[in-house]
């Protein structure tokens, strides 16, 4: 007798294959001895279509809602039935007497395993493969500590209710607010409050009034200090009050009031969950989201150097301590080697900020794996996303950072100045980072402000009387709250508990993909479309409270603390409270993006939308769906090579130019009306070298001059 082994992708049922012994390859599977490995494609089974239902909901009828089975029925996924077919005549075969499900160890992946034996019939019994790396080692010591399947009842039930919800919640009032408004409108439980805080942000910017400000400094000879009012801001908006306080300090001598001394220990960073890594890999490298989703799989699943990706706990597990100098060592090559050898030479310091069982759910933390590493194999960004992850993993057996600071007060004739000095007495885990003590901000970007001031200070002491020397005046400008980038919008979307890790990035792109927010640059601006829409939906579902609510019951679920059928209960409410908020609403939608094109078929104004290939039109009427190519967008600027005007586009990084016939490529300067010259030197010169001989019309003229030359 046989185990059926469920992996949900092919290229790990190959290497789980491999490992048990299975080597005769089939179309759909691999057999062994002992083992028959198969895999799914992703969901193979998913929730039934509404005309699955009923026929007459194939057509969208705002009448026909809500739509709200009574039980939530299962199909086939029409593009890949052909693997499923093959699974459940595996399932049938006399000699499979037991199924290892080994789909991704997550609510995700426990899903779509139980869908495909809900719908298949399964009735024997099943264990579950649950482990957080793609190693042999990994994969051997998981096989050898098979779980019960049916303890993860909970997380399946979990996930059921989650894609239920998403199905009822979503499908309802995105068919309502398409059949009211007469434009597709997509709205959903976790992505519409993500829009509504990227609206919230633009509202602010939008209100924002702009004020002028100067700020005074005094330089006292051996140090300089800083004015602060009463309250503690030293900003001043009187532009008399600046020029007042100048002349009344200028040349008077004060007090110092205070000298505070301290020893400061900053401790390391934690390891990494993905929405971490996420922000991190935003910030420093302008990874999207799903980018950097896609490049951990990779790094997980192909070449098997970090654990599961798909967490959201920042500690480690016990049963790791005795496997953490095994991959220090692993990752102990090249640019980490001075870095990781010295901890291998002494016991590793083992804190609670590392190791703490308490707070670890289905998964650890993101580390490197024992696979010994060739980072010649890595691609450019994978190899970014493996220095973010090893660094931290090193990290986190480096002693604090220590460094004293000294604050000091002076009064001037009832006037009080304060200066931080700082000195790095030990630059700890920080030696990790190259010593670099700057630190990021709460929305994720990056400071020049040390966490270390470099500034050095004279020995003082208090009663001491020092001298203004001169009043220095600097003029500011009060600046508005910045965009969301990635990294922010995921610290916001975290902060209230919309979407897991895993989803987060999905749920960010089908904003983009729905035409309600854009990426210009690095940071997500609302569009028109998005706008209106977030004014369309209900005020209950814009704001993140209430889909917050529902991601903390599915985890109650999930951990046998909630029921099933209470939860749906509540969405089913809601889906109707939505549906008929829709129907009896007054107000109106106008496409933000109507063209001055014609459809040449029916004649109706097209709409533009960007995409990939660039902007498309397309023709918003039913039963028409005319598409093309829209107007291209022609620059001032001439090819370098060919001397046609380049075509001007705009990608992740900004606004660029393209020749389309060269495919020279140049980057805009900020303000999006100069060319960047060291780019543009730089990209002649890549772009200039042949890739053989009479391939480049510029060699040819170049090569025939010097051949004249020669010749006289």
């Known amino acids: 007798m046989k185990i059926l082994v469920l992996a949900e992708k092919p290229s790990v ?24 490995v198969t895999w799914a494609l992703g969901h193979l089974v ?12 194939a057509t969208w009828a705002l009448e026909d809602l809500p739509i709200l089975p009574e039980r939530m029925n299962l199909k086939v996924l029409r593009e890949t039935s052909q693997q499923y077919k093959a699974i459940q005549q595996l399932m049938k075969r006399q000699d499979i007497e037991e199924l290892i499900v080994a789909t991704d160890a997550a609510r995700e992946g426990e899903l779509l395993a139980r869908w495909i034996l809900n719908m298949a019939g399964w009735k024997k019994p099943f264990r579950r493969l649950w482990i957080s790396s793609q190693t042999d080692k990994a994969i051997k010591e998981g096989f050898a500590a098979l779980k019960p399947g049916q303890e993860f009842d909970r ?14 919640i979503g499908l309802n009032v995105t068919r309502a607010l398409t059949c009211k408004y007469g434009a597709p409108l997509s709205a959903g439980r976790v992505q519409t409050p993500t829009l509504g805080m990227i609206i919230d942000r633009e509202s602010e910017i939008v209100g924002f009034h702009s004020q002028d400000f100067d700020t005074i400094t005094a330089d006292f000879e051996q140090f300089q200090a800083g004015w602060r009012g009463n309250n503690g801001d030293g900003r001043i908006f009187d532009k008399e009050k600046t020029a007042s306080l100048s002349n009344k300090l200028s040349g008077q001598s004060g007090r110092i009031t205070k000298v505070q001394k301290s020893e400061k220990m900053e401790p390391h960073p934690l390891a990494y969950d993905l929405t971490e890594l996420q922000r991190d890999a935003n910030r420093k ?16 699943e192909q070449h098997k150097l970090v654990t599961y990706p798909r967490t959201d706990s920042r500690y480690l597990t016990s049963d790791m301590t005795d496997t953490l100098k095994e991959r220090l060592d692993s990752v102990g090559v090249g640019p980490y080697a001075s870095l990781a050898r010295p901890l291998l030479r002494k016991q590793l310091s083992i804190t609670k900020r590392i190791v703490d069982d308490s707070k670890v759910s289905d998964h650890h933390a993101i580390i490197p794996t024992e696979q010994i590493v060739l980072l010649n194999g890595l691609s450019s960004e994978e190899r970014k996303l493996y220095d973010l992850i090893v660094r931290r993993f090193i990290s986190l057996f480096y002693p604090p950072a220590r460094y004293d600071t000294v604050a000091v007060t002076v009064s001037v004739e009832g006037e009080s100045f304060y200066v931080k000095g700082t000195t790095v007495k030990e630059a700890g885990w920080r030696e990790v980072y190259g010593g670099d003590m700057s630190s990021d901000n ?21 009663g001491e009387i020092v001298r203004i020397r001169r009043c220095m005046v600097k003029a500011g400008r009060t600046q508005p709250p910045k965009r969301h980038n990635e990294a922010s919008l995921l610290t916001q979307m975290e902060k209230y508990g919309l979407g897991t890790p895993a989803t987060r990035a999905d749920i960010i792109e089908k904003l983009v993909s729905s035409d309600t927010i854009e990426r210009q640059g690095n940071l997500l601006h609302p569009t028109g479309k998005g706008k209106q829409l977030i004014e369309l939906v209900s005020t209950q579902l814009r704001t993140p409270d209430l889909t917050a609510r529902w991601e903390a019951d599915l985890e109650k679920i999930a951990r046998g603390q909630g029921q099933p059928e209470p939860f749906l209960q509540g969405i089913r409410s809601m889906a109707q409270e939505l549906v008929s908020g829709v129907k009896v609403s007054i107000a109106e939608y106008k496409p933000h993006n109507v063209s001055s094109s ?32 829209g107007e291209k967008r022609l620059s001032n600027r001439r090819c370098p090579q060919c001397h046609k005007k380049m075509e001007l586009k705009e990608g992740k990084a900004g606004l660029f130019v393209q020749c389309l016939g060269c495919g020279i490529t140049e980057t805009m300067d900020k303000d999006h009306k100069h060319i960047n010259k060291r780019e543009q030197q730089k990209l002649v010169q890549q772009y200039s070298k042949p890739e053989s001989v009479g391939s480049n019309l510029g060699e040819l003229l170049k090569a025939a001059m010097e051949g004249q030359q020669k010749g006289k």
């Open 13 to 36: 049922a190959r290497e789980i294959a491999r490992v048990m012994g299975c080597q005769d390859k089939q179309k759909s599977y691999i057999e062994g001895p002992k083992y028959v």
């Open 46 to 57: 998913g929730l039934a279509e509404p005309e699955e239902y009923n026929s007459k909901f």
């Open 155 to 168: 997380l399946y039930e979990s996930a059921r209710c989650r894609a239920e919800a998403d199905w009822m």
């Open 285 to 300: 490298y302008g990874f999207s989201a799903k980018q950097t989703s896609s490049l951990l799989q990779r790094l997980y």
């Open 442 to 462: 709460e929305d994720g970007s990056s400071t020049d402000e040390p966490v270390a001031s470099s500034i050095k200070l004279p020995e003082l002491v208090e």
């Open 598 to 629: 014609h459809c040449p078929e029916c004649g109706t104004r097209m709409l533009e939308k960007k995409s990939k290939r660039g902007t498309l039109l397309i023709c918003p009427a039913d039963n028409c769906g005319y598409t093309r190519a």
